[in-house]
């Protein structure tokens, strides 16, 4: 039992290029979650998914873009990456909105 | 609307002292209270939550938390720290009608031990 993984662990983008990173989760859960972490900010949610085939957007959704198309991945979509976008990147998930399980977190730099 | 606060965005405690992380909440219906540990470079880990039941609650790493509803607060406690405890910790809060969006995170406290 992984829990929840994250692809890649770390990334370096220039600005403009894109990316996807690829969370996975093996218990079963329907709620899966994108977070950022920035110094001093707490945790941000991105964008969240309540079950397979479904998306919606968080609090900072602006550059970012998700897919659900199976129920143990959500894919987190950068179409044109911008030094902004420089974070931690957290994926999340849980069978209730109460008491999610993180991954390891992907480190990403857009210089 | 809710939101959690966290007092002190730096603790420093030596060790074998008490620990304690202050949280105040604001949510208008009854709340799910939550805290997190990350430790360097890794993802968060819960630490306990409260969902209505017990307001004293006990989590793992020997951390408690009371559910204070006339202070609207759910303090972190340890009674005796340790090198290990060293890390960030993050109180959140939804409430159980919530969707998937309506958790809210504090901003964190960094924990530092000393020997």
């Known amino acids: 039992n992984a829990g929840v993984t994250q692809t890649p662990k770390f990334r370096v983008l220039k600005t403009g290029q894109s990316m996807t990173l690829l969370c996975a989760q093996d218990?079963?859960?329907?709620?899966m979650y994108w977070y950022r972490q920035d110094p001093g900010m707490g945790l941000r949610l991105i964008h969240y998914?309540?079950?397979?085939?479904?998306?919606a957007k968080g609090e900072v959704p602006d550059g970012y873009n998700v897919s659900r198309l199976k129920k143990q991945n959500f894919l987190l979509g950068l179409e044109s990456a911008a030094p902004s976008q420089t974070s931690v990147y957290f994926c999340?998930?849980?069978?209730?909105?109460?008491?999610?399980?993180f991954g390891p977190g992907t480190r990403l730099t857009v210089l | 609307a809710q939101s959690v606060t966290q007092l002190g965005s730096h603790v420093s405690v030596s060790e074998g002292a008490l620990v304690l992380l202050r949280c105040n909440y604001s949510?208008?219906?009854?709340?799910?209270l939550f805290w997190y540990v990350q430790y360097p470079n890794q993802g968060l880990q819960l630490l306990l939550k409260y969902t209505s039941a017990a307001t004293l609650v006990k989590g793992i790493n020997g951390f408690e938390a009371e559910f204070k509803k006339s202070e609207t607060s759910f303090h972190l406690t340890k009674p005796s720290a340790h090198m290990s405890d060293a890390a960030e910790y993050f109180c959140a809060v939804t409430h159980v009608q919530s969707s998937a969006s309506k958790i809210i995170f504090g901003s964190g406290t960094r924990l530092s031990i000393r020997p």
């Open positions: 218990m079963n859960h329907e709620y």
């Open positions: 998914s309540v079950g397979e085939g479904t998306t």
């Open positions: 949510s208008s219906v009854p709340p799910y």
């Open positions: 999340a998930s849980s069978l209730t909105p109460a008491g999610q399980f």
